[in-house]
């Protein structure tokens, strides 16, 4: 240590000075003592660092909700940063797309090889001295009425993928809609007047600014409405719509905006948080 080298020095020059620092050498000593003393408080010491407020990154997310079909503000709904704030993960995107596109293949296309033509299977002329090209049955793929060779026949296009990638795949989905904008949280039920007419769904997308310059919508709905379904249908360059038990990651970035009611989102949310270790049943309020 420094201090010990510092009386190290001291002491060799008292000795060579026969005694002239030994008053010197004791106010030193004092000095370095009271100072060696302090350093070990001061190290020693750890400072009490308290958190305030939550980390921006667990900080909850705040959602408006909307009565339609008056598009009037409900009140706010905050839920976690885990379920609408999550990063944007295109590869995580694109396994849960192409998951979700190879389970819905039927699989179901066939076709005969030669073995699956019905007929004979005798040679149709002799090898040699017809004059004509070699030829065998008239199964063969070369011929019109025979087999496909290499034809597609019945298999199963189904491919795995872990659930947990599959739940971040719907968090990053919803997260990304609702950071650019494009989450439109229904408070009560998607439902129109009874008697109205389908011009009437058109007026609503309008004055929102929800037109077709602007993109189509998707709607969700956590129960098939029938009438409903039917109107929308009409106005389908406008909007879609299905019901949440319809939906998958691909339907959720299609259009250009979602508007889903909050029942539904959140179960969804509910559903799709199996990587989670506490998932809320619901959203707080």
Not at 161 to 184: C, F, H, M, T, V
Request: with cysteine; glycine share 6%.
């Amino acid at each position: 240590m420094p201090g010990n080298e510092t009386l190290r020095a001291l002491r060799l020059l008292s000795r060579s000075s026969g005694g002239l620092l030994s008053g010197s050498q004791k106010v030193t000593q004092r000095c370095l003592a009271r100072s060696m003393a302090t350093e070990s408080q001061v190290t020693g010491s750890s400072p009490d660092i308290t958190r305030s407020a939550p980390a921006p990154w667990d900080a909850p997310v705040t959602v408006m909700t909307y009565n339609f079909p008056t598009m009037e503000p409900a009140r706010f709904v905050e839920y976690s940063p885990k379920h609408l704030s999550m990063p944007l993960r295109r590869d995580l995107l694109h396994r849960a797309i192409v998951y979700e596109g190879d389970n819905t293949r039927q699989g179901t296309a066939s076709t005969k090889w030669r073995d699956d033509v019905h007929g004979s299977h005798r040679k149709l002329y002799a090898q040699k001295g017809s004059g004509r090209a070699r030829a065998g049955d008239k199964q063969s793929p070369v011929r019109r009425g025979g087999g496909v060779a290499f034809g597609p026949h019945p298999r199963d296009f189904s491919t795995d993928l872990p659930k947990k990638i599959y739940d971040q795949a719907w968090r990053i989905a919803l997260s990304y809609r609702y950071q650019r904008g494009e989450l439109i949280v229904i408070d009560n039920q998607i439902s129109l007047p009874s008697g109205s007419t389908p011009y009437m769904l058109e007026s609503i997308f309008r004055q929102n600014g929800w037109d077709t310059k602007k993109g189509r919508s998707t709607l969700i709905t956590e129960q098939v409405n029938e009438e409903l379904f039917d109107k929308v249908q009409k106005m389908e360059r406008y909007a879609s719509i299905m019901d949440r038990s319809d939906v998958d990651v691909k339907n959720l970035l299609e259009t250009q905006r979602l508007i889903i009611e909050r029942v539904a989102l959140d179960r969804i949310l509910s559903q799709h948080s199996r990587d989670l270790k506490s998932r809320p049943a619901k959203a707080t309020y």
